[in-house]
């Protein structure tokens, strides 16, 4: 036949030929089953429901776990022949050798997984390469009622089989197949082309029977076309196996240890059947759990990292959203996560794997180059809606001006079949490649784990070096990297965050997780800080390994489908759980810590953690009390004021007013006029109101929602009724309102000398696919909000101008996003939310929402959150904005108790405590009952933020570490109310760098524009 006539469809028939002839089923296994509820150990294997199944019985239903029990024999007649078994049991399955230990992970061959990447199905078991005959199988395996992605497919029996393989027609399909593949993707009418095109059909007419004779003759003929080689390559694949495992998804977190376990043993028997192959895993908890549920396999992976063959992969404890997480959150996933590695491997992890996260904050460069990792690898950014990414590398640069060398592979994938399809794809699509001359590839199937299988390295052992295709080396990915940073200087800078335009209702999704992370964190700060004053001052031992334990356990929530909000239903059912579970320990830590450190004062003691003298009104058993507390201090609690400023109210009229602001409700509950009077403005933008709640149609799933939302206009929420109310200090309205079967009331309160509004929120929510969201249309013109971020801010356009701004419709902001002209501004504050809009003047604030997928009762419950309102002069840097901001998270303590008053945990039933300077005489008042003398910490320049005071990690010296937040260059000092013996700057991993001066109990620091500084100060009196 001429050459133009030999299609490619038609080469397809001969590959489906060959891959239904590799096996040839010769006996049946005997198939025993003892099902249970959850995994149960080997040692009690027998201990559930027993079955005995025949193919196509059912065993189980979704998450069910079952013990099988394979035997049987190989017959006589398969003797001097290589047997395999084939085994599916409709599930995923982990052999597992005569201790227990795991052996080899399988998977059914139907899971759901984009095929066009490949089939995931592991289901060949190897027994001999050349069978005696009538040898005796006896196997048993762990099995998940569950594919890779978690979903029920039946959970029955399929394939439960010994085999023959003919290993000449296996690797027969591996020659064509790969033939093929790289003849499709050459130009039409190149010789190359054309000759392989000649030789598989020519090999297609000499198949009519597979005889070994016509399959070894055929072998002769690809292997011709096999054997050439490609000339001096202009482009080089860096190739390494990887099975990125989301920690918990479509499943629960109990379910991806065992995935673990099938994964790594999985790779492991990989490792022996191919010399060349190197596997990468990421993520120190998944080890971690390894180490403890699987501690001879994971001996064996030890080995493997050893010998050079096995890399440990990325420096965070998990691959953690990068959105949502706090700063010191991200410091502490790369603490835990490097150390880990270190301490078990020896190996310092010099880049951040993050195949998958959901957009990547701007402050992340700072934070990586200051814990000594100079690489990062993603490919996520591939999914954006509108606009391409326009690199593959690049130097990417942070708030700060810190870079880190960036790399997604252009295959735009983690999940590559290692196919000539995706060289191609690679040497086509790479964007970068006039000036670079390497790309990294990732090849096998993951999500839900599983790795490489033989295919992918049959395709790499014949690609190596393959004409008509750019040679691909199998090698670690620091090897990669190291040879990429050859040429750092000739790659294109990208500034500023890396934006993902897919997934905004991540910023949103599972509200309750989001609460009781930023709660976590904020307390979490508070107990470091509080146990170390009461280590100094009463020698109280130091929580360090309960801390670390609470720490990682937060971390691991972090994951970039849990925290966002992208899991089922039953990971937040086991993580909410948790959370309250951690909350409420650490809180007790604080108490004791707070207690411990106020023994033999007089009276109740007020503790301030902030590094800023605080003036605010607390509530305190039903009292109110005006206190002043020095920066990082503490002082007396002092007698509850005779006479208490009070704050005007009209029930009529529906005003509050205070010696700062006027605020006007009208008829339906939203504010028709916030009134500046100091500084003669009307906030509200005209002929608008403020605080508008709206609920929105949103038919989305848990990741997205439709972008033109607001097109379809929101509705109001109905106002049921209205109740005025004044204690002391403080006035409001309650507000109550019903929407659907769902209830909302909110405090809406003012405080005597505050310029900060609160709403105070508690929901009851129970709707199905709707968004509920407030904006402030605000009388203010800027061109851009400022988002508050980890360790600083960013701006971001509040116009449209491009599809670069428009698709930034939803971003992401932690305590506050702040509208400013050059001399006023307003700023939305909140304690628990992250998803903000900020445009034409308006700010607004995504509270809730309630997609039916992946967790069908998603935030269908009671939710209670705090947002405020703060108006201020100039704009927010001089405004000192962030102080606001943290002083609504972080709470005055009492004695170790935590106000009633200090955040929305009481929700509609009090409002959070004020910063509000107020008269001359209670001031001094104030000031007289200082206790507790002077600061434990505190930096002159009032633009210096203290994130966290904790021990360190391999001593008793104390680490402090600060941030600059305007964006600023500035020398402060940070004097130390403690004595010290030495001080050093550190980085995030705390080694020390360069020592410090010290002078009157001080050192100075010159820091750069948002830059984060780690002190470390030497106390050898620390003892425990």
Same mark, same amino acid.
């Given at each position: 036949?001429?050459?133009?006539?030999?299609?490619?469809?038609?080469?397809?028939?001969?590959?489906?030929?060959?891959?239904?002839?590799?096996?040839?089923?010769?006996?049946?296994?005997?198939?025993?089953?003892?099902?249970?509820?959850?995994?149960?150990?080997?040692?009690?294997?027998?201990?559930?429901?027993?079955? #005995?199944?025949?193919?196509?019985?059912?065993?189980?239903?979704?998450?069910?776990?079952?013990?099988?029990?394979?035997?049987?024999?190989?017959?006589?007649?398969?003797?001097?022949?290589?047997?395999?078994?084939?085994?599916?049991?409709?599930?995923?399955?982990?052999?597992?050798?005569?201790?227990?230990?795991?052996?080899?992970?399988?998977?059914?061959?139907?899971?759901?997984?984009?095929?066009?990447?490949?089939?995931?199905?592991?289901?060949?078991?190897?027994?001999?390469?050349?069978?005696?005959?009538?040898?005796?199988?006896?196997?048993?395996?762990?099995?998940?009622?569950?594919?890779?992605?978690?979903?029920?497919?039946?959970?029955?029996?399929?394939?439960?089989?010994?085999?023959?393989?003919?290993?000449?027609?296996?690797?027969?399909?591996?020659?064509?197949?790969?033939?093929?593949?790289?003849?499709?993707?050459?130009?039409?009418?190149?010789?190359?082309?054309?000759?392989?095109?000649?030789? %598989?059909?020519?090999?297609?007419?000499?198949?009519?029977?597979?005889?070994?004779?016509?399959?070894?003759?055929?072998?002769?003929?690809?292997?011709?076309?096999?054997?050439?080689?490609?000339?001096?390559?202009?482009?080089?694949?860096?190739?390494?196996?990887?099975?990125?495992?989301?920690?918990?998804?479509?499943?629960?977190?109990?379910?991806?240890?065992?995935?673990?376990?099938?994964?790594?043993?999985?790779?492991?028997?990989?490792?022996?059947?191919?010399?060349?192959?190197?596997?990468?895993?990421?993520?120190?908890?998944?080890?971690?759990?390894?180490?403890?549920?699987?501690?001879?396999?994971?001996?064996?992976?030890?080995?493997?990292?050893?010998?050079?063959?096995?890399?440990?992969?990325?420096?965070?404890?998990?691959?953690?959203?990068?959105?949502?997480?706090?700063?010191?959150? %991200?410091?502490?996933?790369?603490?835990?996560?490097?150390?880990?590695?270190?301490?078990?491997? /020896?190996?310092?992890?010099?880049?951040?794997?993050?195949?998958?996260?959901?957009?990547?904050?701007?402050?992340?460069?700072?934070?990586?180059?200051?814990?000594?990792?100079?690489?990062?690898?993603?490919?996520?950014?591939?999914?954006?809606?509108?606009?391409?990414?326009?690199?593959?590398?690049? !130097?990417?640069?942070?708030?700060? /001006?810190?870079?880190?060398?960036?790399?997604?592979?252009?295959?735009?994938?983690?999940?590559?079949?290692?196919?000539?399809?995706?060289?191609?794809?690679? #040497?086509?699509?790479?964007?970068?490649?006039?000036?670079?001359?390497?790309?990294? !590839?990732?090849?096998?199937?993951?999500?839900?784990?599983?790795?490489?299988?033989?295919?992918? %390295?049959?395709?790499?052992?014949?690609?190596?070096?393959?004409?008509?295709?750019?040679?691909?080396?199998?090698?670690?990915?620091?090897?990669?990297?190291?040879?990429?940073?050859?040429?750092?200087?000739?790659?294109?800078?990208?500034? /500023?965050?890396?934006?993902?335009?897919?997934?905004?209702?991540?910023?949103?999704?599972?509200?309750?997780?989001?609460?009781?992370?930023?709660?976590?964190?904020?307390?979490?700060?508070?107990?470091?800080?509080?146990?170390?004053?009461?280590?100094?001052?009463?020698?109280?031992?130091?929580?360090?390994?309960?801390?670390?334990?609470?720490?990682?356990?937060?971390?691991?929530?972090?994951?970039?489908?849990?925290?966002?909000?992208?899991?089922?239903?039953?990971?937040?059912?086991?993580?909410?759980?948790?959370?309250?579970?951690?909350?409420?320990?650490?809180?007790?830590?604080?108490?004791?810590?707070?207690?411990?450190?106020?023994?033999? +004062?007089?009276?109740?003691?007020?503790?301030?953690?902030?590094?800023?003298?605080?003036?605010?009104?607390?509530?305190?058993?039903?009292?109110? $009390?005006?206190?002043?507390?020095?920066?990082?201090?503490?002082?007396?609690?002092?007698?509850?004021?005779?006479?208490?400023?009070?704050?005007?109210?009209?029930?009529?009229?529906?005003?509050?007013?205070?010696?700062?602001?006027?605020?006007?409700?009208?008829?339906?509950?939203?504010?028709?006029?916030?009134?500046?009077?100091?500084?003669?403005?009307?906030?509200?933008?005209?002929?608008?109101?403020?605080?508008?709640?709206?609920?929105?149609?949103?038919?989305?799933?848990?990741?997205?929602?439709?972008?033109?939302?607001?097109?379809?206009?929101?509705?109001?929420?109905?106002?049921?009724?209205? #109740?005025?109310?004044?204690?002391?200090?403080?006035?409001?309205?309650?507000?109550?309102?019903?929407?659907?079967?769902?209830?909302?009331?909110?405090?809406?309160?003012?405080? =005597?000398?505050?310029?900060?509004?609160?709403?105070?929120?508690?929901?009851?929510?129970?709707?199905?696919?709707? !968004?509920?969201?407030?904006?402030?249309?605000?009388?203010?013109?800027?061109?851009?909000?400022?988002?508050?971020?980890?360790?600083?801010?960013?701006?971001?356009?509040?116009?449209?101008?491009?599809?670069?701004?428009? =698709?930034?419709?939803?971003?992401?902001?932690?305590?506050?996003?702040?509208?400013?002209?050059?001399?006023?501004?307003?700023?939305?504050?909140?304690?628990?939310?992250?998803? $903000?809009?900020?445009?034409?003047?308006?700010?607004?604030?995504?509270?809730?929402?309630?997609?039916?997928?992946?967790?069908? #009762?998603?935030?269908?419950?009671?939710?209670?959150?705090?947002?405020?309102?703060?108006?201020?002069?100039?704009?927010?840097?001089?405004?000192?904005?962030?102080?606001?901001?943290?002083?609504?998270?972080?709470?005055?303590?009492?004695? /170790?108790?935590?106000?009633?008053?200090?955040?929305?945990?009481? =929700?509609?039933?009090?409002?959070?405590?004020?910063?509000?300077?107020?008269?001359?005489?209670?001031?001094?008042?104030? +000031?007289?009952?200082?206790?507790?003398?002077?600061?434990?910490?505190?930096?002159?320049?009032?633009?210096?933020?203290?994130?966290?005071?904790?021990?360190?990690?391999?001593?008793?010296?104390?680490?402090?570490?600060?941030?600059?937040?305007?964006?600023?260059?500035?020398?402060?000092?940070?004097?130390?109310?403690?004595?010290?013996?030495?001080?050093?700057?550190?980085?995030?991993?705390?080694?020390?760098?360069?020592?410090?001066?010290?002078?009157?109990?001080?050192?100075?620091?010159?820091?750069?524009?948002?830059?984060?500084?780690?002190?470390?100060?030497?106390?050898?009196?620390?003892?425990?």
């Amino acid at each position: 036949m001429p050459y133009e006539r030999i299609k490619p469809e038609h080469l397809r028939t001969l590959l489906e030929r060959l891959e239904a002839n590799i096996y040839e089923p010769v006996a049946q296994l005997r198939a025993t089953a003892w099902v249970t509820a959850e995994p149960v150990a080997y040692e009690a294997r027998a201990s559930g429901r027993r079955l #005995e199944l025949a193919p196509g019985d059912r065993w189980g239903q979704l998450w069910d776990c079952a013990w099988f029990h394979f035997t049987g024999a190989i017959p006589a007649s398969a003797a001097g022949k290589k047997v395999v078994l084939l085994l599916d049991v409709n599930g995923e399955l982990c052999l597992v050798d005569e201790e227990g230990t795991p052996s080899q992970g399988l998977t059914n061959i139907n899971s759901e997984f984009d095929y066009a990447l490949g089939k995931p199905g592991k289901r060949v078991v190897p027994v001999s390469d050349s069978a005696a005959g009538n040898e005796t199988i006896d196997l048993w395996g762990d099995a998940g009622c569950n594919d890779l992605f978690g979903r029920y497919r039946s959970g029955t029996l399929k394939e439960a089989v010994v085999a023959i393989c003919r290993e000449e027609v296996r690797q027969l399909y591996y020659d064509a197949e790969v033939l093929l593949e790289t003849a499709e993707r050459l130009p039409e009418g190149s010789a190359r082309r054309a000759r392989i095109f000649r030789a %598989l059909y020519d090999v297609s007419l000499l198949l009519a029977d597979l005889a070994d004779e016509r399959v070894a003759k055929a072998r002769r003929i690809l292997g011709e076309q096999l054997a050439k080689r490609g000339g001096d390559p202009v482009l080089t694949i860096s190739a390494i196996g990887h099975a990125h495992i989301d920690l918990a998804w479509l499943w629960p977190i109990r379910e991806t240890i065992r995935k673990g376990a099938r994964t790594f043993s999985t790779a492991l028997r990989m490792m022996e059947r191919y010399p060349d192959y190197v596997f990468g895993a990421s993520q120190p908890q998944l080890y971690d759990w390894m180490k403890q549920h699987y501690p001879k396999l994971y001996d064996q992976v030890k080995a493997r990292i050893r010998e050079g063959r096995w890399e440990p992969q990325g420096a965070m404890w998990v691959e953690s959203d990068t959105n949502v997480p706090g700063g010191e959150s %991200l410091v502490r996933q790369i603490l835990y996560g490097k150390r880990y590695f270190q301490q078990e491997f /020896g190996l310092e992890m010099k880049s951040l794997w993050m195949p998958d996260v959901f957009g990547y904050t701007a402050s992340l460069p700072q934070i990586l180059k200051k814990a000594g990792v100079d690489y990062m690898m993603t490919q996520k950014l591939s999914w954006s809606t509108y606009n391409r990414h326009p690199h593959h590398t690049f !130097m990417w640069e942070g708030i700060d /001006g810190s870079q880190i060398l960036t790399h997604m592979p252009p295959e735009d994938t983690y999940n590559s079949p290692a196919a000539p399809r995706s060289i191609a794809k690679a #040497e086509n699509d790479y964007l970068d490649s006039a000036v670079s001359d390497r790309a990294l !590839m990732l090849f096998g199937i993951g999500d839900g784990g599983g790795g490489p299988g033989e295919e992918h %390295l049959e395709r790499l052992a014949r690609e190596k070096n393959l004409l008509g295709l750019s040679p691909v080396e199998q090698e670690t990915s620091a090897r990669f990297f190291e040879r990429l940073a050859e040429h750092r200087a000739r790659y294109q800078v990208w500034r /500023g965050e890396l934006y993902l335009e897919k997934h905004q209702g991540t910023l949103t999704s599972q509200a309750r997780s989001k609460r009781f992370n930023r709660k976590l964190e904020k307390s979490l700060r508070e107990l470091e800080y509080a146990a170390v004053l009461a280590q100094m001052t009463a020698n109280v031992p130091y929580p360090a390994e309960e801390l670390e334990q609470i720490w990682k356990e937060v971390l691991l929530y972090q994951f970039h489908d849990i925290l966002p909000g992208s899991s089922i239903k039953r990971v937040y059912d086991e993580s909410l759980a948790r959370y309250a579970s951690m909350l409420e320990r650490v809180e007790q830590l604080v108490d004791i810590s707070y207690e411990a450190a106020a023994r033999g +004062a007089e009276g109740k003691i007020v503790f301030n953690s902030l590094p800023w003298e605080r003036e605010e009104w607390l509530n305190q058993d039903g009292q109110w $009390h005006y206190v002043h507390v020095p920066a990082m201090g503490c002082a007396k609690l002092p007698e509850a004021p005779e006479s208490i400023p009070a704050v005007r109210i009209s029930e009529r009229e529906r005003t509050l007013e205070n010696e700062l602001l006027v605020v006007a409700l009208g008829d339906n509950g939203e504010i028709a006029s916030l009134f500046d009077k100091e500084h003669g403005r009307e906030l509200v933008q005209p002929g608008q109101s403020a605080n508008r709640l709206r609920v929105y149609a949103d038919d989305g799933d848990a990741w997205d929602f439709r972008q033109d939302y607001r097109q379809m206009g929101g509705e109001r929420l109905a106002l049921r009724r209205v #109740e005025a109310y004044s204690d002391g200090p403080t006035a409001g309205f309650v507000l109550h309102y019903a929407y659907g079967s769902s209830e909302l009331v909110q405090r809406i309160v003012l405080t =005597a000398g505050s310029r900060r509004v609160d709403f105070v929120t508690r929901v009851d929510w129970k709707e199905s696919g709707r !968004m509920l969201r407030t904006s402030f249309p605000l009388h203010i013109r800027a061109d851009s909000v400022s988002c508050d971020i980890q360790f600083g801010y960013l701006r971001r356009p509040t116009h449209r101008n491009t599809m670069w701004d428009y =698709a930034k419709d939803e971003i992401c902001a932690h305590h506050y996003a702040d509208l400013s002209e050059p001399n006023y501004g307003v700023a939305l504050l909140n304690d628990c939310k992250y998803g $903000h809009r900020a445009a034409d003047g308006e700010l607004d604030l995504n509270l809730l929402r309630s997609p039916s997928y992946p967790d069908p #009762e998603a935030d269908r419950a009671e939710h209670r959150f705090t947002y405020s309102l703060y108006p201020h002069s100039g704009d927010h840097v001089e405004a000192q904005v962030f102080r606001a901001g943290y002083e609504l998270n972080v709470p005055l303590r009492i004695s /170790g108790m935590k106000l009633e008053a200090a955040g929305e945990d009481a =929700a509609a039933d009090a409002s959070p405590s004020a910063r509000a300077p107020i008269s001359a005489e209670l001031a001094a008042a104030a +000031a007289r009952d200082e206790a507790m003398g002077r600061s434990f910490l505190l930096p002159s320049h009032p633009h210096v933020m203290i994130e966290a005071v904790k021990r360190a990690e391999d001593g008793y010296a104390l680490i402090v570490r600060l941030y600059e937040t305007a964006g600023t260059r500035l020398v402060t000092k940070l004097a130390a109310g403690f004595a010290f013996t030495g001080a050093w700057l550190a980085d995030l991993m705390e080694q020390k760098l360069e020592p410090l001066q010290a002078e009157e109990g001080a050192v100075t620091l010159s820091m750069e524009p948002f830059e984060i500084v780690t002190v470390r100060l030497e106390r050898p009196q620390l003892r425990h």
